[in-house]
């Protein structure tokens, strides 16, 4: 970071550009995460909208994964971790006294940067999120839903015939595309991706992002990526986080083309990252 | 002098003459213009130079020891009286024996009879030459072999590849003792079974129902050959083991699991040795604890409820080894679990499972190979425990599944078999063996599958 | 299925079933709770039976009896020689002090019932008193000599003999009203049992030691250590740093590992045939015993020595190969120190596991009953946990606090052993 850049991030005190949207999904307002006394997000207030994708990029270690897992609280497994400030799922405060977990992540899935299926076969991977929460009552209605979700995730051409086969047997893209089809299973409301296609090939990645465009009709989309192309492909908002604080968030289109904040500037011209 | 005090003085030389060796570098050295002349250290021609004086020594005095009694029991032949020699192999034998043990325990001046009395200082004469012989030929060779060393203390003599070479060859023997022990084992309990199944057929042997080997002692007389079915013995092993299992199993691998999964990293701490005292006690005291507070206990509760309780009862045994096992099934399944990936408990937690239905339903499958070698290895042990079923299993050889009577088992056995006197070729006393043949060979089979499965589950992870 | 039909459901649907699922969460918890609860409790019931069991066997009653050593009783002449004292009769003194303490002892059943008060040992205690201090004779002094085990246990217990019917023993009502009469004469004392840690086995309870056990496992453990240290270190630097990676390597690398699961009574069967049968060693000597344990704890040390190697980082052998160490200096110089002290702890826990041991020495016949204290590694003798077995063994009821304090000793040294390698770990473990 050159000196005038540092002199931008430390007079940074407010994002710039439009982080509310007009009936969000998700908000957060003022989000601060610390780990022990190590503040880790500062200060963050960003919206996610129905039917849309929101792309999340900035260097690594800018908080911007961090910040995801608050949106389902999978932050919980961490013991040292804090959180502070409001984040709401259609106004009801994610880590308010009444809400429980469970449901939360029922309504808000989350795919992993590396693909990790169960040690269990295609079927039983998508079928675990429903069988759990009681969502079907019979077999037929779990075979529906198994073969309605892996045809949304795009797979169930190529797994129909081996849907005994185990997970782990696919490919690295098809393994994605199965944890996919799983969180779907679950009919969420939002869906989270954290870096969903970095540990895979580019004929994968454009699969995926092909998908993740199909599933905006029925989905909010938060994803995580490390990729400017990718976010510019998917999303139709963009935000940019640098050391823990939200920078600039906008129309993805604004962001690339003319973006506002001199970190921002930067970091899309390859200046860092 | 003795052997061992025969070996220590061989390696007091080596130690005198490595001292001298590496003096006698640093003068070398000093005439040819210091130490940067001298192909190795000053301590790799000293210890070139003890390994000289001291190997041959050594091998001497070993191969010796190990001639020594064939060659003294051949030249005692000339010495034993007519009658004995008449009387056959066995008693030439046991008559050697005694004079063996008479001289030992230095009794000669009591023997009242006067042949037996020569024989004894016949051989008391002989071990005496053996020893005074072996005295001057090993300190003479170790002397020779150290001043031939000390000659060749030059610049280019290449004393560190010599002795690394020799230390070598040590490290590659010292690695080879396991391939031996497991060859010794093999051979020892093959060669003294098969002179069992030349006495006892072996089909009746692993399918009879009968065990009695009491009855062998009178092999030679017409119609008892005693009866080895060893149905009885496989049962009762199987029967406790089962019990161990029963108590082990659930108890470890509950234990394993909120060890893993819950506890936090102090709870994890304390508890994980606390358990892995009980592994460490000895199993004598498991047997006692059995013997003496398990089994009345059970004794007690059984005769209050109306059931007819043994005094030794395969409960009491099976279920204090199950605690014994507990520590292993635990350790080795926390193992395991904890070698499941985070990435996919989190793929689990971010549908909305609670913690339970992670373990149950993704962790304790995915873990599920590892868990079931870690048991096979805790049958394994079960099978193989001696202490606790001797003290406290019985001698009872039935078939029967009820684990409130006394059963015997296959290390019971062995141990019945072979403590007290015995004759080392009567089919009773290589009963043990053949028994002995059994268990390492199922053992070594549970071990080999599990070791495996193990290593297949670990790579898998990796 | 449009997405907002969808979004109800599911909310619906995990509502419905929250309650019942953090219910069995919780279930769950307490199931791995209770499990290692109940195997804690195991540990501590074992624990406070044989303690409590074992605590009485650490202390002795003794007798104080009037002696009157006239040499007429000892049936010896006025000045007696060694010889002649070695043969007297000490016996007689003592059951004619006891006679005089008790003369209403009068018929032969009685009289039998009397000497049975004291000791076996304590004509013993007599004997050695006269053969040091010959002038004693003709003297009459006091002596505490040791009770025998019945009444013994009786005092230890501190029972009540005012009320001989609360008392479980196998002593007659005479021998109770002599024994209260002696305690209020102040003739009884409790003492702590010096004779437990002296003495080797014995017929009669009061009288039985660990000592014998004690040396004889030291001599074994002797053994084990000086075979099984130094070729474990060995074929674990061979197997770390010099085995090339081939077929011949993994076979031993199966080997040792399928060794450690060998059950240990198989290593008996090995010692008889191969060692006694075969070599001819002497029966029931430690000297055996430490070769079977030392093979027995080879694969344990081999596989904890090979942890402690891989643990030392490669940089700093490529820094000693750098200054043109040999293979064997940069092993002997740098890595071996480094992996000494997590070497050293599996050694302790490896001795730890030989020392508790008893099958496999029962094989090569270390059960024999040993009262001399064994001299060298060929004498006969007999380990501690063996000596356990063998009182566990014994009919007499004061064996059992007697197998039961020789296990608080056994599991002393095996707390004491694993004190030592716990300490080595925390002290000198390192992290790169």
Redesign the interface.
């Known amino acids: 970071m050159n000196k005038s850049a540092q002199e931008a991030f430390d007079n940074l005190t407010e994002t710039v550009g439009d982080a509310q949207v007009d009936k969000p999904k998700m908000r957060t307002e003022n989000v601060n995460v610390f780990y022990g006394t190590n503040q880790a997000i500062h200060d963050v207030s960003l919206d996610i909208g129905n039917n849309e994708v929101v792309a999340m990029i900035g260097p690594s270690g800018c908080g911007k994964s961090t910040f995801l897992r608050c949106l389902?609280r999978?932050n919980d497994?961490i013991?040292s971790c804090r959180v502070e400030g409001s984040i709401t799922l259609d106004g009801e405060d994610l880590y308010g006294p009444d809400l429980?977990?469970?449901?939360?992540?029922?309504?808000v899935?989350?795919?992993?940067q590396?693909p990790?299926?169960?040690?269990?076969s295609i079927y039983d991977n998508v079928a675990?999120?429903p069988r759990?929460?009681?969502?079907s009552s019979n077999r037929a209605e779990l075979d529906d839903i198994v073969t309605?979700s892996l045809k949304k995730a795009g797979l169930f051409d190529e797994v129909k015939n081996r849907l005994d086969a185990p997970g782990t047997s696919l490919s690295g893209g098809q393994q994605q595309r199965l944890?996919i089809a799983?969180?779907i299973a679950?009919?969420?409301?939002v869906i989270l991706m954290d870096e969903p296609c970095s540990a895979l090939d580019p004929i994968a990645t454009a699969r995926i992002e092909e998908l993740i465009d199909e599933l905006r009709?029925?989905?909010a989309i938060a994803i995580v990526t490390h990729s400017m192309q990718q976010a510019a492909r998917v999303s139709q908002r963009t935000a940019y986080f640098h050391l823990g604080k939200l920078v600039e968030v906008n129309d993805t289109k604004a962001v690339f083309t003319n973006p506002q904040h001199e970190l921002t500037e930067n970091y899309i011209t390859g200046r860092f990252g | 002098m003795s052997a061992t005090t025969l070996v220590l003085v061989a390696i007091a030389l080596a130690a005198l003459s490595f001292a001298y060796g590496r003096m006698q570098a640093f003068q070398v050295a000093s005439k040819h213009g210091g130490m940067k002349s001298m192909h190795s250290l000053p301590s790799h021609y000293g210890m070139m130079v003890a390994l000289w004086c001291a190997l041959p020594a050594l091998a001497i005095i070993i191969g010796w020891k190990l001639i020594e009694p064939t060659v003294i029991s051949s030249v005692l032949d000339g010495s034993i009286p007519q009658e004995i020699v008449d009387a056959g192999p066995k008693t030439i034998e046991l008559y050697k024996n005694d004079i063996g043990n008479l001289v030992d325990s230095d009794k000669i001046s009591g023997i009242a009879d006067a042949g037996k009395k020569l024989a004894a200082e016949k051989l008391r004469g002989l071990r005496h030459i053996s020893s005074v012989a072996l005295m001057i030929l090993a300190l003479c060779v170790a002397v020779v072999g150290a001043s031939l060393a000390l000659k060749r203390i030059k610049p280019n003599t290449r004393a560190r590849v010599t002795v690394e070479k020799i230390v070598r060859f040590f490290l590659i023997g010292s690695a080879s003792i396991a391939i031996l022990t497991t060859v010794g084992i093999v051979a020892s309990v093959i060669f003294e079974s098969l002179r069992f199944f030349q006495q006892v057929d072996f089909f009746d042997f692993v399918a009879g129902t009968q065990w009695s080997p009491q009855t062998a002692i009178r092999a030679d007389q017409a119609g008892s050959s005693g009866s080895f079915g060893a149905v009885p013995l496989f049962v009762g092993t199987l029967l406790i083991s089962f019990i161990a299992m029963i108590v082990a199993v659930p108890f470890g691998l509950l234990s394993a699991i909120y060890l893993a999964e819950y506890a936090s990293r102090r709870v994890r701490s304390i508890v994980k040795p606390l358990l892995e005292i009980l592994a460490g006690i000895p199993t004598v005291v498991y047997g006692f604890f059995a013997a003496l507070t398990v089994a009345p206990a059970i004794r007690h509760v059984g005769e209050s409820i109306g059931l007819s309780v043994s005094s030794e009862s395969a409960l009491a045994a099976g279920a204090v080894m199950g605690i014994m096992i507990i520590p292993f099934v635990s350790s080795l399944s926390d193992d395991v679990i904890t070698a499941v990936p985070q990435a996919m408990r989190d793929g689990s937690y971010g549908l909305g499972s609670t913690k339970s239905e992670t373990i149950r339903q993704v962790v304790i499958p995915a873990a599920l190979p590892g868990i079931v070698g870690g048991i096979l290895l805790a049958a394994s042990r079960a099978i193989g425990e001696t202490m606790i079923v001797v003290m406290a299993a019985g001698l009872a050889a039935k078939i029967t599944a009820n684990p409130l009577e006394a059963v015997t088992t296959v290390t019971v056995q062995i141990v019945t078999l072979l403590t007290g006197d015995q004759e080392f070729d009567s089919a009773k006393t290589l009963a043990a063996f053949a028994l002995g043949l059994m268990l390492f060979v199922v053992t070594l089979c549970l071990n080999v599958i599990a070791l495996q499965v193990v290593r297949k589950y670990r790579e898998q992870y990796e | 299925m449009s997405a907002d039909k969808s979004i109800t459901d599911t909310t619906t649907l995990v509502r419905r079933s929250l309650a019942k699922r953090h219910a069995a969460e919780k279930r769950f918890r307490a199931y791995g709770i209770f499990a290692i609860v109940a195997s804690l409790s195991f540990l501590v019931i074992l624990l406070v039976s044989i303690i409590s069991k074992g605590l009485p066997a650490f202390k002795a009653t003794y007798v104080n009896l009037d002696i009157n050593l006239s040499a007429e009783a000892l049936g010896v002449s006025e000045s007696p020689d060694r010889t002649e004292l070695r043969s007297a009769s000490y016996n007689t003194v003592i059951r004619e002090s006891l006679r005089e303490l008790f003369p209403e002892a009068s018929s032969r059943r009685e009289k039998k019932d009397l000497y049975a008060l004291v000791s076996n040992g304590a004509e013993y205690d007599l004997f050695d008193l006269v053969i040091e201090n010959p002038e004693i004779i003709g003297t009459t002094f006091s002596l505490w000599v040791l009770a025998d085990d019945e009444m013994g246990s009786v005092i230890k217990n501190g029972d009540d003999l005012t009320n001989p019917e609360n008392i479980v023993t196998r002593m007659n009502e005479n021998q109770l009203s002599w024994a209260k009469k002696l305690q209020d004469d102040g003739r009884l004392d409790v003492r702590f049992n010096t004779a437990f840690f002296e003495n080797g086995d014995s017929r009669e309870p009061e009288l039985a030691g660990i000592k014998a056990a004690l040396i004889g496992s030291a001599f074994t453990l002797l053994i084990t250590f000086s075979l099984s240290f130094p070729i474990a270190v060995a074929a674990a630097i061979y197997l770390e740093e010099f085995a090339p990676q081939n077929r011949w390597t993994d076979v031993v690398e199966v080997n040792i590992n399928n060794l450690a699961a060998v059950p240990s009574i198989v290593f008996g069967l090995l010692g008889l045939a191969v060692f006694i049968n075969y070599f001819h060693l002497p029966r029931s000597a430690p000297v055996v015993g430490g070769i079977v344990l030392s093979l027995m704890t080879l694969p344990t040390i081999i596989i904890s020595s090979r942890a402690a190697l891989k643990a030392v980082p490669p940089s700093i052998r490529e820094a000693a190969r750098g200054l043109g160490a040999s293979d064997l200096q940069v092993v002997t110089h740098h890595v071996l120190p480094l992996a000494m002290p997590g070497i050293l702890t599996g050694t302790i826990i490896g001795l730890a596991q030989a020392l508790g041991e008893t099958a496999p020495l029962l094989m090569i016949g270390m059960v024999a009953f040993i009262v001399d204290i064994p001299q060298s590694v060929t004498d006969s003798a007999t380990v501690l946990p063996v000596q356990v077995f063998l009182w566990a063994d014994s009919p007499e009821r004061a064996f059992v606090e007697k197998t039961s304090a020789a296990i608080m000793v056994l599991l002393a040294f095996l707390v004491a052993m694993n004190a030592v390698a716990v300490f080595l770990r925390k002290r000198f473990e390192r992290r790169w």
């Open positions: 389902n999978m497994t013991p429980d977990p469970v449901l939360l992540r029922a309504r899935g989350m795919v992993f590396k990790n299926p169960f040690a269990k675990y999120g759990i929460h009681g969502l309605d944890c799983r969180s679950v009919s969420p409301e009709q029925n989905f």
